[in-house]
């Protein structure tokens, strides 16, 4: 069964500070990644997609996908407490329709 | 209305009650999508229907019953419910299938008592 793993956390960073935030994945088929972030109280939404290995970067947000290894990282540079949220990763599969998640790193950003 | 909205925000029922969720997405999508969120447990999904068609049903139970009359409306009728049920149940939309972005309405906090 697919699985997506991820450290619960919490994960405290200081304002300013890299936060690191890691998920790990069973099905060697997968292709792709999302990752949403999700305050207290909101809805999950999508912060990157990553289909490929190596980096990708968005403003303060950079994805990193490792298939042999099958991690998938998310680091937020320059930390800020508007940050502070569960981060989830997720991943398409299974079939056309479903999107499995893990459950989700909660951040702390303190400022 | 913009993206996708669900009523009730907030929903108390007994284990006897009949009741439904309703979520409408103003997005031109084709694919529907209920989340049960519960503490501590990974998003679950339940339904997916693609063009008022159901191509997904987790081994959900029966007490939970979906309705998408259209590809803009999906509805969540729920009877006999058990207090493990309580959870904040969200429905997402998206174009295509799972490999695009799925867009989330605020969610339906449920309890059952």
């Known amino acids: 069964q697919k699985e997506v793993e991820q450290n619960s956390g919490p994960l405290s960073v200081p304002e300013g500070a890299i936060a690191s935030l890691n998920c790990t994945y069973s099905?060697?088929?997968?292709?792709?990644f999302f990752w949403y972030r999700q305050y207290s109280g909101k809805s999950p939404e999508l912060i990157m997609f990553i289909y490929s290995n190596g980096d990708k970067e968005d403003g303060r947000f950079t994805a990193q996908l490792n298939k042999a290894s099958q991690y998938v990282s998310l680091l937020i540079r320059d930390s800020q407490p508007s940050d502070s949220a569960t981060y989830l990763c997720?991943?398409?599969?299974?079939?056309?329709?479903?999107?499995?998640f893990g459950k989700g790193t909660l951040l702390t950003v303190n400022p | 209305e913009t993206g996708v909205t669900q009523t009730p925000r907030h929903l108390v029922m007994g284990m006897t009650n009949k009741k439904s969720l309703k979520c409408e997405q103003h997005?031109?999508?084709?694919?529907m999508y209920w989340y049960k969120q519960s503490a501590k447990k990974p998003l679950e999904l339940m339904f997916v229907?693609?063009?008022?068609?159901?191509?997904e049903n987790n081994s959900v139970p029966s007490r939970f019953s979906p309705e998408c009359p259209n590809s803009s409306h999906l509805f969540l009728h729920l009877h006999t419910l058990q207090p493990e049920d309580s959870a904040l149940y969200l429905c997402a939309s998206s174009q295509g299938d799972s490999y695009n972005e799925q867009f989330f309405g605020p969610g339906t906090r449920l309890t059952v008592l």
């Open positions: 099905d060697r088929g997968s292709q792709s």
């Open positions: 997005l031109g999508h084709n694919a």
């Open positions: 229907y693609n063009f008022k068609e159901q191509t």
């Open positions: 997720a991943s398409p599969g299974g079939s056309n329709y479903k999107l499995t």
